[in-house]
C-alpha cells in the first residue's frame, strides 16, 4: 500500500530560527502533494500544494516546499519561525496511479515554537 | 463559501450503541471521505465515495459503514460503538473534475464511546 511517512513526531524550535518538517512518500509515477497545518482545536488549514510545474511551491504564512522526486520528498520549510506558527503540519498526497482520488495523510509533525 | 458541515462536534455514547455521523456539504461535489484522526497516526481514510449510492472502502474500515443517498449528504454509520472507535472523525468533499484543487474539510467530530 502506498504511504507518506513524516519522520519527525515533534520538532522543538526557538522563535526567529528556521525549520524544516520532513515528508517523504512511496514511490509512485504520478502525484500530488499537500500541506496542511492544524491549529489547536481547529479544523485543517491548507498551506500548499504541489500539482506540476516549478518544483518549489510558495504557500501561506511563509511557508514553502520543494518537490524532490528522485527522493521521493516534499519537505516543508519556514526561513523564521514565529510563536503563532505553533500546530500540527501534516504531509498529505494523492497517489494518482491508484486511480483513488483521495488523500493519503502522514503522522503529522508537531512544531513547538519557543520564545 | 464551501462549506462542510458535520453536524454533531462533540458526542458520547455507550459501547454497543449504533452511532450515526452526518456530514453535509453545499458545493454540488460528487467526491466524499470520511476519516478519523488519533495522535501519532494522523488521518486515516475510513470510507469514500464518489457519487451518490456509491461507496469504496478505505484503509481502516471495519467496524464502519456508510450511506450516501443524497449527493450532498454522506453519513458514517458505526453499527456498534466501541471504545477503540473513540476518536476525532474528518469528513471532506471534492469536485470529480479534481484535478488537484482543494479538498475541503468539516470541523471535525469528536466522539467518545464510554
Known amino acids: 500500500a502506498q504511504s507518506v511517512t513524516q519522520l519527525d513526531s515533534q520538532v522543538p524550535v526557538f522563535e526567529e530560527a528556521p525549520v524544516e518538517l520532513r515528508c517523504n512518500y512511496s514511490?509512485?509515477?504520478?502525484?500530488?502533494l499537500f500541506w496542511y497545518v492544524q491549529y489547536p482545536n481547529q479544523g485543517l488549514q491548507l498551506l500548499l500544494k504541489?500539482?506540476?510545474?516549478?518544483?518549489l511551491v510558495k504557500g501561506i504564512n511563509g511557508f514553502e516546499a520543494e518537490f524532490n522526486k528522485s527522493q521521493t520528498s516534499f519537505h516543508l520549510r519556514k526561513p523564521s519561525v514565529h510563536i503563532s506558527d505553533t500546530a500540527e503540519y501534516f504531509c498529505?498526497?494523492?497517489?494518482?496511479?491508484?486511480?483513488?482520488?483521495?488523500?493519503?495523510f502522514g503522522s503529522g509533525t508537531r512544531l513547538q515554537v519557543q520564545p | 463559501d464551501v462549506k462542510v458541515t458535520q453536524s454533531s462536534r462533540y458526542l458520547v455514547k455507550r459501547t454497543g450503541e449504533k452511532v450515526f455521523l452526518e456530514c453535509v456539504q453545499d458545493?454540488?461535489?460528487?467526491?466524499m471521505f470520511w476519516y478519523r484522526q488519533d495522535p501519532g497516526l494522523g488521518l486515516r481514510l475510513i470510507y469514500f465515495?464518489?457519487?451518490?449510492?456509491?461507496?469504496e472502502k478505505g484503509d481502516i474500515p471495519e467496524g464502519y459503514s456508510v450511506s450516501r443517498e443524497k449527493k450532498e449528504r454522506f453519513s458514517l454509520i458505526l453499527e456498534s460503538a466501541s471504545t477503540n472507535q473513540t476518536s476525532m472523525y474528518l469528513c471532506?468533499?471534492?469536485?470529480?473534475?479534481?484535478?488537484?484543487?482543494?479538498?475541503?474539510f468539516g470541523e471535525g467530530s469528536w466522539l467518545t464511546v464510554v
Open positions: 471532506a468533499s471534492s469536485s470529480r473534475a479534481f484535478s488537484g484543487n482543494t479538498i475541503y
Open positions: 514511490s509512485s509515477v504520478s502525484v500530488y
Open positions: 504541489y500539482l506540476s510545474g516549478s518544483t
Open positions: 498529505a498526497v494523492i497517489f494518482m496511479d491508484t486511480g483513488r482520488r483521495a488523500l493519503t
Open positions: 458545493m454540488d461535489h460528487e467526491n
Open positions: 465515495s464518489y457519487d451518490v449510492k456509491m461507496k
